[in-house]
């Protein structure tokens, strides 16, 4: 079965290692800085600058876009899946969950948007996928609104506790 595991970005190194990563995805703006696990394959790394918003950009922040869930999508089509996928974000709560719906659905389209997002949320009771990368994904990949509904299923996430990574099965 495989997994993608969803990080803060201070804890990528201990969870690839843990779990055997050896792709990953990152989703941070671009001036924030970090350090890609030596196990990771640099081949297999997709970095997307993009700000934890879900408004039009302003302020120099850089909200999802197309090009974004586009990159995120074929990435995962690409994923082997032989071994787990890490994505991460700067805390793991918003942009890595709604990119690990998109993967996951990118890479086997027959999954239950519904299921997954079920599945997400047992997961990681705070996880608040970011709204406007799953609608934009929901589009991307011909959810016919299911991904939309599914996010607004499972509600907001609890109150931040702390960095919880966490493992989505699917």
């Not at 869930?69 to 690409?78: G, K, N």
């Not at 990118?106 to 047992?122: C, F, G, I, M």
């Not at 959810?143 to 599914?150: E, F, K, N, Q």
């Amino acid at each position: 079965m495989p997994i993608i595991i969803v990080s803060p970005v201070k804890m990528i190194g201990e969870m690839a290692a843990r779990h055997g990563a050896r792709e990953m995805i990152t989703l941070i703006a671009e001036d924030h800085n970090f350090h890609r696990p030596g196990i990771i394959d640099p081949t297999r790394h997709l970095h997307v600058k993009v700000s934890d918003i879900d408004f039009a950009s302003r302020d120099g922040l850089i909200a999802p876009q197309e090009s974004h869930v586009e990159a995120i999508a074929d990435f995962a089509r690409s994923w082997d899946q032989t071994s787990p996928l890490l994505i991460h974000c700067w805390m793991g709560v918003s942009r890595s969950p709604a990119a690990a719906l998109i993967a996951a659905l990118a890479a086997n389209p027959d999954l239950d948007d519904a299921e997954l997002a079920a599945n997400l949320r047992r997961a990681s009771p705070q996880a608040t996928p970011n709204t406007r990368l799953v609608a934009i994904g929901d589009v991307y990949l011909g959810r016919s609104g299911r991904l939309v509904a599914a996010v607004k299923s499972i509600g907001r996430g609890a109150d931040y506790v702390g960095d919880a990574p966490f493992v989505l099965d699917f």
